[in-house]
């Protein structure tokens, strides 16, 4: 028998405390999430999140907009600051609205798109139409894949370069190259890539949502200043803010870019989202120098201990990451969709990925050969180095050693006991998964 309305409302309310008490035991280590500050909570709390604000700054078509136009002009000025542009249009609601804004911008439906493959580290959002990508079944964009060499777990310059020639000659010229992508382990070639995409007057964005808190904090690469026209990210991955999305751009597309937002693709932007974005960049003006580099210390320490421990950790010959993620090869413990689910059984909670030869080796997205690791979140709860090898220890605990995952899980929450508060931060007063009721 269904529910009464009271015992659901009730029932509800008890999920979310059971969720916020499991994630004050456990290792996140999704490589997509991260933890706010208190801050930035209070901030989409504020009654912003039932308001409309259609347009830009100053020229509204909603009335109310006394304090949030304020607002908005705060967090553009903040955006531009961190990320040195002069230009900056913070109302895409996420990552994947932020890349149909540049879609929108640079390209036509049929046009030709490059980016990266799906196992070899892109994003849905900039997927083929047969694989229902946003590129490809939303924009109508025909999709070409960067070559990618799996040693380097990179995209390779030379056979990019022939391709293009190669798509050119066949009349079927990209106008628009999309970089970056979801296991973003190493810097670009956009420097070496820009000119020649140039040449054939193809347009360059950085898809920067995994790593763009690293680019704050100037410990990954720059696209805008290596030469990109765009960046698009979104706030809440490696940047510690709201869920939400940005594109950075150069003036000349100034206008383009605000068209595609509003009315392209968003009406209500998300106001309480925009007040917390506003936050979260003035934190990381304050400390995003600091916590980056921490976050590029403990991937690598996290990469290292693991590699020491037998697990085969994708990239080594490059010293296996040099962004906040890494990808190990489990295919000798079992498959991605196993081990993941042992692991959140000890507490541990990271995700399942495709390797990069996945395909060819016959696995697929279910159950593929990798696992990812992302240490921003525990970063920001104040981890080092040497708490990183003891996560790769309860993680060759569970994998390697088959040890019960309940058991482990209990070592995980003791270990977990010492770091409570959102670190780099302005003011942190409250432990960071703590459950506020209002009602
Ligand atoms: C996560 C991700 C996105 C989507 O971002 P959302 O904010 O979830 O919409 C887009 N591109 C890449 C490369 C991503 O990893």
Redesign the pocket.
Known sequence: MAMQPRESYQRVFELLQAHHEWFSGALPLIA?ENIPSPAVKEAILSDFGNRYAEGWTGERVYAGCRYIDQVEQICIDLAKQLFQVDFADVRPI??????LVAYTTFTTPGDTMMALAIPAG??I??GKKEFGGTAGSVRGLNVEYFPFDTEEMNIDIDTTEKKIKKLAAEGKKPTLAMF???V?PFPHPIKELVPILQEHGAKSCY?A??VAGLVAGHQFQDPMHEGADAM?C????TLPGP???LILSRPENAEKIKKATFPGNVSNHHLHHLAGKAIMFAEMLAYGREYAAQIVKNSKALAQALHELGFKVLGEKKGFTKSHLLVADITKYGDGKTIEKKLEDANIILNRNLLPYDIKEGRHFEAPGGIRCGVSEVTRLGMKESEMKEIAQLMYRVVVKGDDPTKVGKNVNEFRKEFTRVQYAFESTRDAYEYIQLR
Not at 234 to 237: A, F, I, V
């Open positions: 997509s996420s990552g994947v609205c932020a890349n892109g994003h959002s900039m970056g992508g979801s973003l898809d949502a995994h698009t979104s706030t809440h991955k869920q939400g999305g």
